[in-house]
């Protein structure tokens, strides 16, 4: 999930309860009417959804399934150039099928028994407080679509590829899941909304975005890294800055583009008592310093 409100398609529901995703011109499936009516519906069925019911089966055509299944393969052999360790060994665990787009409800049964993490359905944009305070009982608001099939690497907004290859893959391990768990906290105890994009800006230059020096190379750990086809062979060549907080958490980013500032940790320990211990103890007020501190860097 990420996090900006022109990022996702807006989801509209008119008086008689027809329920609308408005996809902009420029998007791969505008065009497509039968594309179209298939987000309608799947954006229903998350509405439709509530916390505690088994997630309802999104019906995908074969065009689709050979979407997830082209970009599966081709992900799973650049992982293994440019992911950490850990997620490669959290992506052994999990097991996600590569012949066919998995349902959110069936990714639960998976991950539950490993880390206690569950899906909830997306319609699209999730309220920041919501999508991270859920976090903090190991729930994850996560979309249900796949990109149009006409351009397979391609991805305008976050789709069921990005929540599950690079999120799901993540949170099936128990050191990320304790750290998505701790961003949630995070989002729980802080009170105002600058604190709160504070924290989620820390979570979008870390577990959305963040690279990680391994051995003599730089690799990735960010799901928004590890789930694009093109931004995957280019995140070392971008600005990589050490992992600090108060820039983290001041820097804006487009995110419409590929991220050319990252945040280099030195280890997934770095990572844990940096970010981590940030998200286990951070208030308002502390959130306040940080913030203050960048002014006139
Ligand atoms: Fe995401």
């Known amino acids: 999930m990420m996090e900006e409100a022109q990022y996702f398609a807006p989801v509209n529901q008119d008086e008689h309860g027809e329920v609308t995703v408005e996809l902009a011109k420029s998007h791969p499936g505008f065009a497509d009417p039968v ?8 954006a229903r069925l998350a509405l439709d ?74 319609a699209g944009l999730v309220p920041l407080r919501e999508f991270y305070g859920s976090l903090a009982d190991s729930y994850f608001h996560s979309t249900q679509y796949i990109r149009h099939h006409s351009v397979p690497f391609y991805t305008p907004e976050p789709d069921v590829i990005h929540e599950v290859i690079g999120h799901g893959n993540t949170l099936a391990s128990d050191r990320f899941a304790a750290l998505y768990r701790a961003a949630g906290r995070a989002a729980r105890r802080v ?38 086809y093109g931004e995957i062979e280019e995140f070392r060549s971008m600005n990589i800055r050490p992992l600090d907080l108060a820039t983290m958490g001041t820097t804006q980013y487009d995110i419409t ?19 981590g211990a940030f998200w286990e103890e951070c208030d308002d007020d502390s959130i306040d310093r940080l913030s203050r501190s960048t002014v006139g860097r």
């Open 191 to 228: 009170e105002s909304q600058e604190a709160l994009e504070f924290v989620s800006k820390v979570f979008w230059f870390t577990l959305e975005f963040g690279v990680m020096a391994e051995g003599s190379e730089l690799r990735a750990y960010g799901a928004g890294i590890l789930s694009s």
């Open 35 to 42: 594309y179209r009516s298939r987000r309608n519906a799947l």
């Open 49 to 122: 959804h509530r916390r505690g019911d088994p997630i309802p089966v999104a019906e995908y055509t074969a065009e689709e399934h050979e979407v997830w299944r082209l970009v599966s393969r081709e992900l799973a052999a650049k992982h293994e150039r440019y992911a950490i360790r850990e997620f490669l060994e959290a992506k052994e665990r999990l097991g996600l099928p590569r012949d066919r787009i998995p349902q959110l409800q069936e990714i639960s049964e998976m991950l539950q028994p490993l880390t206690g993490f569950r899906y909830l359905p997306a």
């Open 257 to 275: 583009k590929y991220q050319d500032v990252l945040f280099r940790a030195e280890s997934m320990d770095h990572l844990e008592d940096v970010a």
